[in-house]
């Protein structure tokens, strides 16, 4: 196997959101099941995998979303909440998420994190005073390193993205890992 890049999990317990693009993109929950969804989960992932998605949404109790601008569907993601344990606050994670253009891969994290600060019940049962830390994992080349660190991201954990295959399955500018329970990343 050979390395290709870092993959970075990053953490925020107060993000600028204000300072991330994507106020243009509109969030709408999918429909749990959504043959679509996992449709372009195939074309932007690198492979079809309806059982993945059936786990996250049934399992883990993420919500399945779309991303639209001026409607159009320009991708698809997911959220969940992961309650912290003893004295560890509780977090919304993100991912998968895919794009069909890399440059929209930016301002639709930016949507589903503004998202899921307005809308903090749609993952999960949240309490008014709960606060939730926001966790995803990011390919060193995607466009939205940059952006996260400056609304105050940090990273948490370094992994290496490595792959025998002289081919990708997918485009690390246009897709982002789901961040796993146990905080590392699932291709």
């Known amino acids: 196997m050979r390395p290709h890049w870092p993959h970075l999990a990053l953490t925020s317990a107060a993000p600028a959101l204000a300072r991330l693009p994507g106020d243009d993109v509109c969030v709408a929950v999918a429909t749990p099941g959504d043959a679509a969804l996992v449709a372009w989960d195939a074309r932007v992932g690198g492979r079809r995998r309806p059982e993945d998605h059936g786990y996250w ?14 409607g159009a569907t320009v991708g698809y ?22 794009v069909a253009a890399a440059a929209d891969a930016t301002p639709c994290l930016g949507a589903l994190l503004r998202w899921v600060a307005h ?40 992994e290496t993205f490595c ?25």
């Open 163 to 187: 792959c025998s295959a002289e081919r990708l399955f997918f485009d690390p500018e246009a897709y982002v890992a789901l961040t796993g329970p146990e905080g590392t990343s699932l291709f």
């Open 57 to 70: 949404q049934g399992v883990l109790g993420a919500v399945p979303v779309w991303f639209r601008r001026r």
């Open 77 to 98: 993601g997911y959220a969940w909440r992961r309650d912290g344990d003893a004295g560890e606050r509780p977090e919304v994670r993100l991912g998968p998420l895919g």
């Open 119 to 158: 809308r903090r019940d749609a993952v999960g049962t949240v309490r008014p005073h709960d606060a939730l830390t926001s966790c995803v994992a990011l390919a060193g080349p995607h466009p939205a390193l940059p952006p996260l660190l400056r609304a105050g991201f940090r990273v948490t954990n370094v």
